[in-house]
């Protein structure tokens, strides 16, 4: 009888090797990042940044002549965010992959246009010069650095500035209450066009955890090369009244 059962065990092998690879192969399936068309489409473009500064109109109530966006957190800072990211969230929206209503009217065929607009507005922006005056959150300690480096750095860049091969979002000098936003929607799934792998990897982060990493993130500077000198209003936008000195403290 002892004999008969090996015997049997070993015959569920094959079966239990296939069941494994299935599910395998369903979690590689669900950890894949799915592109719309129009990504697919405007990331081949060139930019006419002419046509993008005259469609980036329509998105200066909320980010500002400057892309600098609101120390509250309310909107983000968009300018220097890598081209291929900002394509893909506009293209997000559009296709309903990311929940913004606002954001789903400015991006829509009828204000923006097609891929080639999208690739016009997402160069400009791209393009215009950083503040680092933003919402840094409370004090990190060296842990945040050590976490960051542990699970962010690999998409995100080591010194925040993204990746422009596999979209990741640039990070550096972003506004910690707009970070915070973000991944608590990522962790709940609200955010549906994350990186599953993210979504995978901070589902059960406590905390402390989360505001060491998030801290540090908001901190982390920009090249000289992408921070806007004291004191600059975007020239491309001269009658636009900003309040107060927002942006001004390098």
């Not at 092998?13 to 592109?35: F, R």
């Amino acid at each position: 009888m002892k004999i008969k059962h090996k015997i049997f065990n070993l015959s569920l092998l094959p079966a239990l090797i296939l069941s494994t690879n299935l599910q395998a192969m369903e979690e590689q399936d669900q950890e894949k990042k799915v592109y719309p068309p129009e990504f697919l489409e405007a990331i081949t473009l060139q930019s006419d940044l002419e046509n993008g500064k005259k469609l980036y109109r329509g998105c200066v109530s909320c980010h500002g002549p400057e892309g600098w966006g609101t120390q509250s957190g309310s909107y983000p800072q968009i300018a220097g965010q890598l081209k291929s990211v900002i394509i893909k969230q506009l293209a997000d929206f559009r296709a309903g992959n990311r929940d913004n209503p606002i954001m789903r009217a400015f991006s829509s065929t009828r204000a923006l246009g097609g891929p080639q607009e999208i690739a016009d507005v997402a160069g400009y922006i791209a393009n215009m010069p950083m503040t680092t005056d933003v919402d840094k959150g409370p004090p990190h300690t060296d842990e945040g650095k050590e976490k960051y480096d542990e699970k962010c750095a690999k998409c995100h860049g080591e010194k925040g500035e993204g990746d422009p091969v596999d979209h990741g979002p640039s990070l550096h000098a972003q506004h910690f209450s707009y970070l915070k936003r973000q991944f608590d929607w990522i962790r709940t799934e609200r955010r549906r066009n994350a990186d599953p792998k993210m979504t995978k990897q901070i589902k059960n982060m406590g905390l402390r955890e989360e505001l060491e990493i998030l801290s540090y993130a908001a901190r982390l500077r920009p090249p000289e090369s992408k921070i806007a000198p004291q004191g600059y209003t975007n020239p491309d936008f001269p009658s636009f009244v900003r309040k107060g000195g927002f942006g001004a403290n390098r």
